[in-house]
């Protein structure tokens, strides 16, 4: 019985297209190979799948460059020069950019500023002081949060009896505050001591008090 003809045309279910490829596949690599031994030929395959997986054959004692090279040899043209090129191009570029950051960070630091003009003086000079007003605002900042920091460890070691204490002392205090009322103070004595002080359930020893507005 005679085989049917297949169709050449995208195979649209992904299972069976992936097996007609691996199949294939390997019927074009035997190919390959039985030139490489049958004719002493030079043969090289590269594939790559739907899945971007890359197969490759190459004849024994051959290699993909050589290949390249006596393509190259034989059609008389360069495969890498445009690509040189391109490498060129960008490598000066780097080396432009660097140049230019190097000269800019010896004016920064008052050398090479003899061979300037005058509007690029002007703009150096704005340069450098909007890079201090940066650095200013930035040091100003650091130096406020530490002396905000100071102030509130110089309030909890002054007051011993007002104040936040975490887990040190022979007391605890919060603080308190109502919407819209009067001011709260909730102080937490240990039990036996500030007897003159009396808690409002069950000997807690919490005592609130309502502070002048």
Known sequence: MARGKIQIKRIENQTNR???????????????????VLCDAKVSIIMISSTQKLHEYISPSFTTKQLFDQYQKAVGVDLWSSQYEKMQQQL??????????????????????????Y???????????????????????????????GKKKD????????????????????????????????LRFPANQHPYLHSGGGGSGLTTFDLLD
Do not use: W
């Open 119 to 149: 509007d690029e003086t002007v703009n150096l000079i704005e340069d450098i002081h909007n890079s201090l007003h940066v650095i200013r605002e930035r040091k100003y900042k650091v130096i406020g949060n530490q002396i905000e920091t």
């Open 155 to 186: 309030a909890r070691q002054d007051d011993p009896h007002y104040g936040l204490v975490e887990n040190e002392g022979d007391y605890n205090s919060v603080l308190g505050f109502t919407n819209g009322g009067h001011q709260i103070v909730a």
């Open 92 to 117: 000066n570029k780097l080396k432009d950019v660097n140049r230019n950051l190097k000269s800019e960070i010896r004016r920064r630091i008052g050398e090479s500023v003899n061979d300037l003009g």
């Open 18 to 36: 992936q097996v007609t490829y691996s199949k294939r596949r390997n019927g074009l690599f035997k190919k390959a190979q039985e030139l490489t």
